[in-house]
């Protein structure tokens, strides 16, 4: 049975930081790009990066490049987000999600075969 399972979100102040982690089990990790997603009341799900499975890649939606950085360790089946200079509109819930080797949508939901409960982040003024 294959879970991501996400934490790290919270309530932080506008320009502060936050670090979330994503463990996957029962899936070979390094099978798999890696993305994060989010979702803010009464919006879709949006795309904010994926790494690939070796890490020699990483994509950004435009919102977020230059202020989050994706990393993993695959000995630790973890992906990582740094989220600094947090701003209101940051605030959402963020899904981990993994994509298979071989896929190449990697900002599309739809080609995502596995994902996370998600994890509230919230950013006040």
């Known amino acids: 049975q294959v879970q991501l399972v996400e934490s790290g979100g919270g309530l932080v102040q506008a320009g502060g930081s936050l670090r979330l982690s994503c463990t996957a089990s029962?899936?070979?990790?390094?099978?798999?790009?890696m993305g994060w997603f989010r979702q803010a009341p009464g919006k879709e799900r949006e795309f904010v990066a994926a790494i690939s499975w070796s890490s020699t890649t990483t994509w950004y939606a435009d919102s977020v490049k230059g202020r989050f950085t994706i990393s993993r360790d695959n000995s630790k089946n973890t992906v990582y987000l740094q989220m600094d200079s947090l701003k209101p509109e940051d605030t959402a819930v963020y899904y981990c999600a993994a994509l298979p080797r071989g896929r190449v949508g990697v900002r599309e939901m739809s080609e995502y075969v596995y994902w996370g409960q998600g994890t509230q982040v919230t950013v006040s003024s």
């Open positions: 029962g899936l070979w990790f390094s099978g798999y790009t």
